[in-house]
């Protein structure tokens, strides 16, 4: 019953930005940390960014300084403000969640939204 949703992706030149956002629903207790993952085509999935609970935001060194992670707990949402966004950015984009239900705590995942920046 528990899904995320991913919205935001498209394209865009390189240089430019775009903003994703993801929302959990279904029967949920309680979520805690967040985050977000890619994956370019052939390529293994990599992490790019944590929010947990109570603790500070961190990163993948490839997008330090330019993404910015936030959440609204409230909301059930995850947010990745992407910046001055590169070719290699390009990949379906996947957000993270670990989710307290009435019986165990585990990570969920959405379907994925494509980023492609252009050259």
């Known amino acids: 019953q528990v899904q995320l949703v991913e919205s935001g992706g498209g394209l865009v030149q390189a240089g430019g930005s775009l903003t994703l956002s993801c929302v959990a629903s279904?029967?949920?207790?309680?979520?805690?940390?967040m985050g977000w993952y890619r994956q370019a085509p052939g390529k293994q999935r990599e992490w790019v960014a944590t929010?947990?609970?109570?603790?500070?935001?961190t990163y993948a060194d490839s997008v330090k300084d330019r993404f910015t992670i936030s959440k609204n707990t409230a909301k059930k949402m995850v947010y990745l403000q992407m910046n001055s966004l590169k070719p290699e950015d390009t990949a379906v984009y996947y957000c993270?969640?670990?989710?307290?239900?009435?019986?165990?705590?585990?990570?969920?995942w959405g379907q994925g939204t494509q980023v492609t920046v252009s050259s």
């Open positions: 929010i947990p609970l109570g603790g500070d935001a």
């Open positions: 993270t969640a670990s989710i307290r239900t009435d019986w165990r705590t585990r990570d969920y």
């Open positions: 279904g029967n949920i207790d309680s979520v805690n940390d």
